[in-house]
């Protein structure tokens, strides 16, 4: 663990002084029992390496790689939190939760300080996912954000805008939605880089729509993980777009823990010039008679890599589980690589499975179809990869 | 129009057309008919570009231009149309973006003005409705959940739409029931002008019997063997194809 502490989260010595500064800016007494834990269990372990599977496709060495090196001369579109009329906007930013004004009364937001500790949900990260037990140990802006039942679904739109953005930014958002709840969740990155983990702890009855939309310029990083838990007859979707980057990964955990209820997800993953995008979803049918779907579309061009995993465990006992599992990627160029792995791990009796992966370049006779009808070679691709991708628009 | 000179053309690796020789004067329907693998396909797909067709040896003029040096989106511009003995579906784009993306990149590259969103909806409502075919085709994914008659008659719109000086249909009345045919032979017979030409692969005489052909050429083995009226059809649907080996 000596390895990630010094070249990759800090110095011993800057991160204990920045830890103890916490302490003085009040940090309460049960988040640092947390950080305690979160660093003995941290110092157990190995630093990400290529010996891990989810990050066995991935230059381990951009996380600590100082962002100026790219030299990238890319930048975003601001987005206008002001013109989200529909929606309530939260910025997360070096001062935490801004930009939401009065929140209406179906929504309550709670930061650390005033967040009661046994809301604080408790993770077992083991090596895999050691860069979010990093988030545990060294998480500076979050908290919880409880959403109410409204008459009407409501809207909740998140952007993620860093001033600063060489040094990691951890942030926890933990969403809690109440029973029956019908809402839009948008999450949105701008500026920074970002290591987030978000849990949706979601009551039965609960129709969420989540669209995780990540669009970052070649020296960007974006480190996340969701987690779901989803009770009985809850429907969740979730819409991921993960473009460019030098470095994204995300993990997605989804919990069954009562029946009746369907996730389905979409990722569209978009690499090129040299990005390195990680898309697993690992879905947990711990229970009967619940239904998960899961799309993937990944166009990888010029050096770019793309990891795609989709795992479903179903339990003893879970029958009635219903599994879909289809990965179909596309190589725009010969030294661009995808590395697509569907997997189903199945214990119980009565389950309906199937999974399926492809990787092959665009259909050569779908292009000349439309050049033929006098689309030149350039945009019968753009509309051949936006063909593409429709199958994993979900919402 | 155009003017097919001693063509040598491989499909892949293989030597499919041996020496095709054809003109086709503006106004003129040709009828290509012949046994399977003669190179009836190979010769549309020529003429159109794909890039699986090569040419080995000969030359093709149309309207004055070198058509094998063009790209086929350029032969596509200046009036080449094929439609496909098997039209391909592409998923999440419908027919309407997808033609209006066509004809307005067919008028850049004529130096004309595009078709504003307006303008071409009135055209294509007024063309979907002379053609006598139903109107949600224009919304529908182009080609996806299609019937085989319905894929051929978007074809023949396509074509309407586009407007082609020199049209090439493989095929198209392959898998058409005899009331789809009539719809898509009113289709080519509505476009058919002392400009534009048609050349028409078919392996069966009944497509002829509502789109008269000036001629009927027979392709055996990579090049044109006999040649005729409309006729020569109606012999060939009695004899097949059987003398050729003689």
Known sequence: MVGLITDWLKQPEKLAQE????????????????????????????????????????????????????????????????????????????????????????????????????????????????????????????????????????????????????????????????????????????????????????????????????????????????????????????????????????????????????????????????????????????????????????????????????????????DQSEIEQDLKNVLLSPDAKIFSKPELEVYADEVVAAHGSTIGALDETALFYLRSRGINIDQARDIMIESFEQEAWVC | MLKIENVFANAGDKEILKGLSLEVKPGEVHAIMGPNGAGKSTLGNLLAGMPYVQPQGGSVQYMGKDLLSLEPEERAAIGVFLAFQYPVEIPGVNNMYFLRTALNAQRKYRGEDAMDSAQFLRMVKQKIKDMNMRDDLLKRPVNVGFSGGEKKRNEVFQMGVLEPKLAILDETDSGLDIDALKIVADGVNQLRSADRSFIIITHYQRLLDYIEPDFVHVLADGKIVKSGDKNLALELEEQGYGWLNN
């Open chain 1, 19 to 318: 830890l103890e500064q916490q302490k003085a800016d009040e940090i309460p007494a049960w988040l640092q029992e947390k950080r305690q834990s979160a660093l003995q269990k941290i110092q157990t372990m190995k630093a990400p390496s290529r010996r891990l599977e989810s990050w066995r496709y991935t230059d381990v060495n951009r996380l600590i790689k100082d962002l100026d090196s790219f030299q990238s001369t890319e930048h975003h579109e601001k987005i206008n939190a002001t013109e989200k009329k529909d929606s309530v906007v939260i910025v997360i930013d070096e001062s935490g939760y801004t930009g939401i004004g009065e929140c209406p009364d179906w929504l309550t937001i709670q930061t650390f300080n005033n967040m009661s500790p046994g809301d604080w949900h408790e993770f077992d990260f083991d090596s895999e996912s050691v860069v979010s037990l990093a988030n545990d140990l060294l998480v500076q802006t979050g908290g919880l954000i409880s959403i109410k039942k409204t008459s009407q679904p409501i809207n909740i739109h998140i952007v993620y805008a860093f001033d600063e953005i060489d040094d990691w930014k951890y942030i926890r958002n933990q969403f809690k939605l109440a029973h029956g709840a019908e809402v839009n969740i948008i999450e949105q990155h701008q500026t920074g880089r970002i290591n987030v983990i978000n849990v949706y702890d979601l009551a039965d009855h609960v129709v969420l729509n989540r669209s995780h939309d990540i669009r970052l310029n070649s020296s960007e990083q974006f480190i996340s993980f969701n987690l779901f838990e989803i009770p009985e007859n809850v429907t969740v979707t979730n819409m991921n777009q993960h473009i460019g980057g030098s470095l994204q990964h995300h993990t997605h955990a989804i919990n069954f823990n009562k029946t009746g209820s369907k996730y389905t997800s979409g990722s569209i993953n978009k690499s090129f010039d040299n990005n390195h995008i990680t898309d697993i979803v690992n879905v947990n049918h711990s229970f009967k008679n619940n239904q998960s779907d899961v799309t993937h579309r990944s166009i990888a061009k010029d050096q770019s890599q793309i990891f795609n995993n989709a795992k479903a465990l179903v339990a003893v006992g879970a």
